[in-house]
């Protein structure tokens, strides 16, 4: 017996009732499973060896931007050539060198270093951009030097070269990661020497 069209009117909506209301008792997606889903202890240390330091022997560093999609970058620097770049930095915020600070400065920054801590310093962050070099090269522009800014961490920078360090990280945008590489980065057997390694629950490594 065919149906009146209110009939099935009424049995297409009863339908349809049904098909939403099992959506509804569905489990929603976590807003952030990735994150929920990263254990704690995964969190990465850089190990930076100091040659010329009576006090330790080496630092340990993390970085800033730890949350996923930062778009910054972990770059393994030479340090006189980031230092270098960094006293080009025109905006009053240079240090003088560590041979100047007052005592307190530097046993603070000795202590805050302190590989014995619980808490992990964080590297330096830096931004670079290049400008036009001195002399006549520089003037045609032909020439270009770089120039590094610190964002943070320029005090433990400066302490750690006079301490010895011959690299260590720094993070930088995305978008001057390359730049920085290319003017200040590392030698190829540099990452032999700082390693990356994990830190565990316990706060060792």
Known sequence: MLLTQSARSFSALLTRWRFFASLSSLPLP??????TAAPACAETVWIVPLQEHSWY???????????DGTRHQV???????LLVCADRDNTDYVLK??????????RGIREFL???NTRVPQMPYV?????????????????????????NGQ???????????????????EREALLLRELCGAADDARTVVRATSLNSGGGV
């Open 75 to 81: 770059v393994l620097v030479d340090v006189r050539k």
């Open 57 to 67: 022997d080496h630092v340990r560093l993390k970085r800033v931007f730890v949350t």
């Open 155 to 173: 005090h433990r920078a400066r302490y750690l070269a006079e301490a010895g360090a011959r690299w260590f990280p720094v993070e930088v945008h």
């Open 114 to 116: 302190d590989p014995d």
């Open 127 to 151: 931004t670079i951009s290049t400008r036009r070099a001195p002399g006549l090269l520089g003037w045609v522009g032909l020439e270009r030097e770089g120039v590094v800014a610190f964002r």
């Open 97 to 106: 060198p560590v041979a100047e600070w007052h005592s307190g400065k530097v």
């Open 30 to 35: 976590l807003s952030n499973s990735s994150s």
